[in-house]
């Protein structure tokens, strides 16, 4: 079975994907895929550069050829722009879905039968909704996501219910969703959700 794993930013999603890792199921983070594609040599870094310029690049446009791209400043500038952020998900976009397909094939290949989640922020807003089987959203409340959000990534509360509502909002994924965890209750609450639902799919 190949699950689509969602939800808002900071609603906790890696937590509920880590949960479902230590009872069996095979992982596949879009987000993880595109960590790796923006490294240098790999296909999204040339694409991504050329789109955006150098001042990405750690170092800004003194970092010189094949720098890392900085994440924070390529988020600064996606996150504050909806065409720039469109312009970015163009470019990722193809390149990860094709990975994914890519490591499903494998997995199944090598565990016929076993469980797969696909960690995707943008699953229903990109369709990829259409290429699982079914859907689980993570949830929580916009105070929540702001006060993790300052304090992993330190950002002002501004930025950060800025990159909140640069997605859909989560009652919307929620709604569309198959199945539903409430990533704001506590770590033990939310581990016990996953058993639960990891039982009900393993049951169907």
Known sequence: ???GLTGGIACGKSLVAQCF????????????LAHRLLEPGQPGYRAVLEAFGPSILDGGVDGGSGAPINRKRLGALVFAD???RRRLEGLLHPLIFAEADRQRAA???????????????LLFETGADRRVDRTIAVVADEATQASR??????????DALLRIRAQWPVAEKQRRA???I??????????KQVVELYKKLQGS
């Open 149 to 158: 959000l300052m304090a992993r990534d330190g950002l002002t509360r501004e």
């Open 82 to 84: 909806a065409a720039q």
């Open 21 to 32: 890792h230590a009872l069996g199921a095979h992982i596949i983070d879009a987000d993880e």
């Open 178 to 180: 198959d199945e539903t």
């Open 107 to 121: 997995l199944e290949a090598r565990h016929p039968g076993g469980l797969i989640i696909f960690v995707v922020p």
């Open 1 to 3: 079975m190949f699950i």
């Open 182 to 191: 409430d990533g704001a209750r506590p770590t033990d609450d939310v581990r």
